[in-house]
């Protein structure tokens, strides 16, 4: 089992950053791969970014490449999801997920853990 915690939510302007954090108890966080994913209101669930187990690979949504970074600090047992030149569409709930094997993924249903969340909202 795998606990993991968001932090770092809140509201910034347009155009400001934020960078929420994913902490992890439980098994050891370097066996699993790590993914960001969010919900806007009214909409599903969609994949942000993703990491392998050692921060070898990366994967990002084409909405945020080039403004998100997603890193991990496994001694720390924490990662992270920087977030620059915020647009009000990055508004929702961002939350950390785990999954077995050493490639992170964009599809919800490869992950095993999941935190509850985090606010992001972004004011034009």
């Known amino acids: 089992q795998v606990q993991l915690v968001e932090s770092g939510g809140g509201l910034v302007q347009a155009g400001g950053s934020l960078r929420l954090s994913c902490a992890a108890s439980?098994?050891?966080?370097?066996?699993?791969?790590m993914g960001w994913f969010r919900q806007a209101p009214g909409k599903e669930r969609e994949f942000v970014a993703a990491?392998?187990?050692?921060?070898?690979?990366?994967y990002y949504a084409d909405s945020v490449k080039g403004r998100f970074t997603i890193s991990r600090d496994n001694a720390k047992n924490t990662g992270y999801l920087q977030m620059n030149t915020l647009k009000a569409e990055d508004t929702a709930v961002y939350y950390c997920?785990?999954?077995?094997?050493?490639?992170?993924?964009?599809?919800?249903?490869?992950?095993?853990?999941w935190g509850q969340g985090t606010q992001v909202t972004v004011s034009s």
């Open positions: 997920a785990a999954k077995s094997w050493d490639s992170g993924s964009q599809y919800e249903a490869e992950y095993n853990y």
């Open positions: 439980g098994r050891t966080f370097s066996s699993y791969a």
């Open positions: 990491i392998s187990r050692r921060g070898s690979g990366t």
